[in-house]
């Protein structure tokens, strides 16, 4: 395999420097791709996909009745952090889960930082997962996020950026995990002296923050996954998750409530369930409280997480925390709860309901990323630079419209990986989203998803629209 | 175990047993076609009569083919998405069964269905039926074996265990009943009672190598086919995996493994049917049968194990259908 028609064009690419360098970190993987036959690279390129599709490791498309299946395109060439780096990540992630959790924790008792004019309360009150009906409740160990998928990219200087936490129900973990194995099985003996860190124990590291998150006084609580069901995209992972943790996957029918207590429909009866790792999102949750028409939830489930008889994780109402427009405030929320300056900063973002900058945003249109903010998997999205004067003109219509619902970022250029594409190596752009879990305390495993975009110049990484995923090496030391 | 779960155990495997089935009806059927010198097009077509009407649905296939010929009754009773009995629609559900309880079953009892559904799948229907299928039959019940050993050797025996063993011999039961109803049907479509007719012998021939009995009624017997034998071997025979009654005992006896009743009484409807219809087969003589009529007793077979199968549901597996609509709706981020 060779790399001598590569090129870096512009871009901050992950492996070599804009001279044609390859970084001290990728020397090892380098000289291993270089010495394989192209025969071998596809060889293995195969006995991987094959593997994927034998164990069903897929998602689901909507709205396609023959294929419903897919596997999620998976690229050999691993993306690699070096330690130092990864440290600075780290350290930056716990930063930001923290005080996003003594946020929810006020937000949800006194809201002080409204008090203190930090936040306007409009914009915590229009959140659409802002849930008012859960204000004044305990939450077991003040943790409100226990799983946070935050998703990280890389400038043209290489910083790496917070582009958002996903605080509700974040997936892809179950992918970060099986492309280890797969690339564990396509270079066997490359690995042992790769100096890769494991993040083998991620199953571990989640039972233990559930079992963390159980009424007092528990000894072995029983815990379960709270799937919407087979015919939900992440099905997969449910699954996985649930079989690594050797716990239990239900689905809302196989729980009844009685006297405020959850409890499962087995053949031998009911059996008390103590705690839920729900992938059911919050308005499915429970049909007596959020929406009436839900069959996935439980009725009654609110009021046992109310009474303190149900562990859940996420907790109800996260999902405020990574809202769009308080994404702008999460470096001040840092600011005001612990005094910090924010280790991992923000893609710079401006709020249209601040200040002049709706004038701003609406003249500079074609310059910047107009999002909504309640949209997620990449839709909603605007690229100015490469956007038609027919989305910019609908874009702008919809930004006049409801100011609130909008946020406006600089378009940061993708660092770019090589990636195989067809006939040989080229540059794509990739983001990153490692896992946090908090729990006694916070962990994250070494690595996390690499999401690639495989479609020449593509920005979008989502699954959804044709995006791919890589292995992601955290090193023991720097080379 | 969870209701649901059970549910599924259950129905992943009368799937597996159920497609195992149509194709041993099916490959012995197109092997005794080959024997056989009848070629017009109209002695096929009754000779396909009966097997399709037995295992699936006369009316369905006719919607769907202009002509019954081996290729199109084949083709109807493996291929067919059309045809809810066909075996890779049997496969199908299997795996959906499966895959809503992977968390449960082993990772190899997983890949092997899996494995078996994506070969299916992407079969070449046309390559198949030209090369002959006998090969192609023999792969899939060797995938249905490979998952009784695997399952037998990679999945605790526990409760789950036995609803998958329960699930297996209920429909086994149900299916070698259904191989002879064939026969009777055959024998109606015929009007050949003569028992020395060499295609009458052969079709006796092909119940016993439906059901992998011909060399083990061969060393009991030690004589030519005769219907009475294969009858009293494939209906009483306590011994023989794939006889009613055998079937009906294993049933029992998983189904009270589940409940942990003695089989001396019951705790459910489902004990009382399964009972009762093996002390009837037990203490039934095949010159009895006879007397009773073979139709009679195989419909009420059939009968039976439907209301045992439902009873099972009422017992242990009974939950709420739900909208997939809203499962493919939750955010996914």
């Known amino acids: 395999m060779k790399f001598d028609s590569y090129k870096t064009d512009s871009f901050y690419d992950e492996m070599f420097e804009a001279d044609g360098t390859v970084r001290p970190h990728y020397r090892n993987i380098y000289a291993r791709l270089s010495e394989l036959s192209t025969e071998e690279f596809f060889q293995k390129r195969e006995a991987v996909d094959l593997s994927f599709l034998r164990q069903g490791i897929t998602f689901t498309v909507y709205g396609d009745e023959e294929g419903t299946e897919k596997i999620f395109p998976f690229d050999l060439v691993p993306r690699i952090i070096p330690n130092t ?53 305990n939450v077991p160990k003040d943790i409100y996020i226990h799983i946070c998928g935050t998703d990280l990219i890389r400038n043209d200087q290489g910083e790496y950026l917070v582009l958002e936490d996903n605080a509700r129900s974040p997936s892809g973990v179950s992918y970060m995990l099986e492309n280890r194995e797969a690339l564990k099985r396509a270079f066997p003996n490359f690995f042992q002296q790769a100096g890769v860190r494991t993040n083998l124990d991620y199953s571990k590291h989640l039972l233990k923050v559930l079992q963390h998150i159980a009424p007092e006084n528990h000894n072995g609580p029983v815990i379960a996954v709270l799937t919407p069901g087979v015919y939900n995209s992440a099905y997969f ?113 401006w709020l249209p309901t601040e200040g002049n900058n709706l004038e701003f945003i609406l003249e500079n249109m074609n310059k910047l990323v107009i999002k909504a903010a309640n949209e997620s998997g990449g839709y909603g999205i605007l690229i100015g630079p490469h956007a038609s004067k027919k989305e910019i003109a609908q874009f702008k219509e919809a930004v006049q419209k409801d100011p609130r619902n909008y946020i406006a970022q600089t378009p940061i250029s993708l660092s770019r990986h090589p990636t195989w594409c067809d006939k040989g190596f080229e540059g794509r752009h990739i983001d990153f989203r490692p896992y946090i879990l908090y729990g006694e305390k916070v962990s994250i495993m070494p690595g996390g998803l690499t999401r690639v975009a495989l479609k020449k110049g593509s920005l979008v990484v989502n699954s959804s629209q044709g995006g791919g995923s890589k292995d992601t090496w955290v090193l023991y030391g720097d080379t | 175990m969870l209701c649901r779960v059970a549910d599924s155990l259950f129905w992943m495997s009368r799937y597996i047993e159920r497609a195992e089935s149509a194709v041993r009806l099916l490959d012995v059927n197109l092997q005794i076609l080959l024997e056989t010198d009848r070629t017009s097009t109209s002695s096929i077509e009754s000779f396909w009569k009966p097997i399709i009407a037995s295992t699936g649905d006369l009316g369905l296939f006719k919607e ?24 890779l629609s049997c496969i199908k559900f299997a795996r959906e069964n499966a895959r809503m309880i992977r968390d449960q079953i082993s990772e190899d009892m997983w890949e092997i269905i899996n494995r078996l559904y994506l070969n299916l799948k992407r079969a070449d229907h046309k390559k198949i039926w030209k090369s002959g299928p006998h090969d192609f039959y023999k792969e899939i019940r060797e995938y249905s074996n490979l998952f009784q050993g695997v399952t037998d050797s990679t999945f605790l025996h526990g409760d789950g265990f036995d609803f998958i063993k329960a699930g297996m011999f209920l429909e086994r039961a149900d299916k070698t009943g259904q191989i002879l109803k064939a026969k009777q049907l055959m024998d109606a479509e015929w009007a050949e009672k003569d028992e020395t007719n060499p295609l009458a012998i052969a079709q006796w021939v092909s119940v016993l190598r439906a059901c992998s009995a011909e060399e083990v009624y061969q060393q009991i017997y030690v004589t030519d086919i005769i219907p009475k034998n294969v009858i009293e071997f494939l209906v009483l025979s306590r011994e023989f995996p794939r006889s009613i009654l055998f079937s009906a005992t294993k049933l029992q006896f998983h189904i009270h493994a589940i409940s942990d009743c003695p089989t001396t009484h019951y705790s459910n409807e489902a004990e009382r049917l399964c009972g009762k219809l093996i002390a009837d087969l037990t203490y039934s003589s095949v010159n009895e049968i006879f007397e009773r009529g073979l139709d009679d007793l195989l419909d009420h077979i059939h009968r039976t194990i439907t ?14 259908i739900i909208d997939p609509a809203q499962e493919q709706k939750q955010t996914t981020i």
């Open chain 2, 64 to 87: 769907n083919y202009d002509e019954l010929n081996s290729e199109t009754a084949m083709d109807f009773l493996t291929f067919s998405d059309k045809n809810p009995s066909s075996v």
């Open chain 1, 237 to 349: 992972e449910h699954c996985f998750l649930a079989r690594q943790m050797g716990v239990d996957i239900v689905e809302g029918r196989d729980l009844v409530v009685r006297h405020d207590k959850v409890y499962m429909r087995t053949t031998r009866g009911l059996k008390p369930v103590d705690v839920l790792y729900r992938r059911v999102d919050d308005d499915f949750l429970d049909p007596k409280v959020f929406r009436k028409d839900s069959v996935l939830g439980v009725p009654g489930l609110v009021e046992a997480y109310r009474k303190g008889n149900l562990g859940l994780a996420n907790s109800i109402g996260t999902g405020v925390a990574d809202d769009k427009v308080i994404y702008a405030f999460v470096p001040r929320i840092i600011k005001y709860y612990l005094d910090q300056d924010p280790i991992l900063s923000n893609v710079e973002t």
């Open chain 1, 85 to 137: 780096e990864w440290q600075h990540i780290s350290k930056g992630l716990e930063q930001r889960i923290i005080a996003l959790n003594l946020f929810l924790k006020d937000i949800y008792h006194e809201q002080k930082i409204i008090k203190d004019g930090i936040i306007p309360a409009h914009f915590i009150e229009s959140a659409k997962h802002y849930r008012p009906e859960f204000r004044g409740v």
């Open chain 2, 307 to 320: 209301k045992i199968a439902i009873e099972l549901n009422n017992a242990y597996m009974f939950f709420p």
